[in-house]
């Protein structure tokens, strides 16, 4: 998911269940990153990821 490893798994106490409820619907934080950027000008956007940018 794109998450550090143990980030819900390395939590003392919590048990699978715990770790699942835990995790939930959460967003992996690559489709959060696209879709903010989606939203961005471009502009705002690293040159990187600007349309017709050469990377």
């Known amino acids: 998911m794109g998450l550090p490893v143990g980030w819900v798994t390395d939590v003392p106490g919590t048990s699978r269940n715990g770790q699942l409820r835990l995790i939930g619907n959460g967003v992996v934080p690559l489709q959060a990153a696209t ?4 939203l961005l000008p471009d502009h705002l956007l690293p040159a990187e990821q600007r349309e017709g940018s050469a990377a």
């Open 35 to 38: 879709a903010i950027a989606g």
